[in-house]
């Protein structure tokens, strides 16, 4: 049971170039989530989706987009990388809105912007 | 305005020994609270959930509790192991209108934790 999947687990861009952080889960759940995380920060919500079609703005959504045209996947582009971008990245699934309940994290992405 | 507050920021113990993290919250309608642990390079994984009518929840060696009056939980840790070192976590759910769904979490900056041998 893979649960959480992302790839790349480290990536190294320059600024203005653009990428994909795949995300990808195998538990049916319908709501899914992008999070930064920043030292001396908590995770920040970037974007989420409550089921396949249906995507919205977190705390921190400028920069960023996403999609969802499948249960399963949930990939984060950024447009044009800036050196504020430099992060590392956690894709997040839950059975019911994350917000009650139990969010399951996958191993993260770690992005360093030049 | 929410917020989640942890102490200490970071913390060294002995194996063996106990310890005990605090989270203190402004969160305002409170729907839940969950400790989650963090080994380094590695996604949160859920400790517990702590509901507003429960006061104390166990999971193997670690203990949480919750005081919905003060708007304090703390996170016990019996008989530390290597294994414990990590982040803690603390994260409330807000139970708010965001976004067309219905709560919000809050994190906390999280607590390090090293034990050592």
């Known amino acids: 049971n893979a649960g959480v999947t992302q790839t790349p687990k480290f990536q190294v861009l320059k600024t203005g170039q653009s990428m994909t952080l795949q995300c990808a889960q195998d538990?049916?759940?319908?709501?899914m989530s992008w999070y930064r995380q920043d030292p001396g920060m908590g995770l920040r919500l970037i974007h989420y989706s409550v089921g396949a079609g249906i995507t919205d703005q977190g705390e921190v959504p400028n920069g960023y987009n996403v999609s969802r045209s499948t249960t399963e996947d949930f990939p984060l582009r950024l447009l044009s990388a800036a050196p504020s971008q430099t992060s590392v990245y956690f894709c997040?699934?839950?059975?019911?809105?994350?917000?009650?309940?139990?969010?399951?994290f996958g191993e993260g992405s770690r992005l360093t912007v030049l | 305005k929410n917020q989640v507050e942890q102490s200490p920021q970071s913390l060294i113990i002995l194996e063996g020994k106990n310890c005990t993290l605090q989270?203190?919250?402004?969160?305002?309608?409170?729907?839940?609270l969950r400790w989650y642990k963090q080994d380094t390079g590695r996604g949160p994984v859920s400790l517990t959930i702590?509901?507003?009518?429960?006061n104390t929840k166990s999971n193997g060696r670690y203990t949480a509790t919750l005081d919905a009056d003060t708007k304090q939980s703390s996170l016990h840790i019996t008989a530390s192991q290597l294994s414990d070192s990590a982040s803690y976590i603390c994260v409330v759910t807000a139970r708010l209108n965001y976004g067309g769904a219905t709560n919000k979490l809050i994190f906390g900056t999280g607590t390090l934790l090293a034990v050592q041998p």
């Open positions: 997040a699934s839950s059975v019911s809105g994350g917000a009650s309940g139990e969010l399951f």
């Open positions: 538990m049916n759940h319908e709501y």
């Open positions: 702590m509901t507003f009518s429960e």
């Open positions: 989270c203190n919250y402004t969160v305002s309608p409170f729907s839940n």
